[in-house]
């Protein structure tokens, strides 16, 4: 089964992605489909390029070449993006959690939550309604009012993916989200996102985690030297890959 073949709607796009720093080639001609409530899990070794294909698709980072759509619209065609207005709207469809949390250290855990829907126009008594309930989901109630230099760093987070899903994103991105974590913090973020899967929540993650990324993916993606060198349903690729670059990257991991 080809990417193209899998069923689903497309949510995100990113078709022959060309990236390139001082001259050294990052990515080369990546391309990826993500399917409305999908889990697609990038996989590989540092700096095979993982992390800048997620930049890129967010904007983040400024692509050289390729396609970038969202719902079948072109956020960039043929390396050239849309324009600023158009790339805000296409911005309020994704979300995005970082390995190091990204809070505000001088804003409460509800304030870190609410004050983006706000600046989207949202009021304030219904962002700290929805914030007040995302933390419940995120097994936080009670601490609304603490800051995050007094959240363990699991705690933290689930904070950060709560201000994530406070803008009601089509589509969740995780840059290895348990990186900065020790092993049972780890756990804590992972039956999160686990329980998100189960919702159907659309969502790329970058990860390390290749257990995590077998239970919960329909897709999962490996890449190695700015390529993807394999990809398919997580029990081929994890279990029975085809090629010799990856069985030769699983061996560090247990099956």
Not at 219 to 227: A, N, R, Y
Not at 228 to 253: A, C, H, K, S, W
Request: hydrophobic share 40%.
């Amino acid at each position: 089964m080809t990417q193209e073949t899998r069923p689903g709607t497309p949510v995100l796009e990113l078709r022959n992605i060309e990236k390139s720093f001082s001259g050294s080639t990052v990515l080369r001609d990546i391309s990826v489909t993500v399917n409305r409530g999908n889990v697609v899990s990038i996989i590989g070794p540092s700096g095979s390029g993982k992390s800048t294909l997620l930049r890129c698709a967010s904007f983040l980072e400024t692509a050289d070449g390729g396609d970038i759509l969202y719902d079948g619209e072109y956020a960039m065609q043929g390396g050239r993006y849309a324009d600023k207005d158009m790339l805000w709207n296409f911005r309020s469809r994704f979300g995005l959690v970082f390995q190091n949390f990204n809070l505000f250290p001088h804003y409460s855990v509800l304030k870190n939550i609410s004050e983006p829907p706000t600046l989207r126009g949202v009021s304030k008594a219904e962002a700290e309604e929805k914030a007040r309930l995302l933390l419940g989901k995120m097994g936080l109630s009670g601490r609304e009012n603490a800051y995050p230099y007094q959240l363990s760093g699991g705690q933290q987070q689930r904070v950060a993916i709560a201000r994530a899903l406070a803008l009601e994103p089509e589509i969740l991105y995780f840059d290895e989200p348990t990186s900065a974590l020790d092993p049972e913090l780890t756990g804590e973020v992972l039956k999160v996102i686990r329980q998100l899967a189960d919702e159907k929540m659309t969502m790329v993650i970058v990860t390390h985690e290749m257990a995590f990324a077998r239970a919960v993916s329909e897709w999962v993606v490996f890449m190695d030297g700015g390529v993807i060198v394999e990809e398919g349903p997580p029990d081929l690729v994890l279990q029975n890959p085809e090629m010799e670059r990856t069985r030769q990257f699983l061996t560090n991991y247990e099956k």
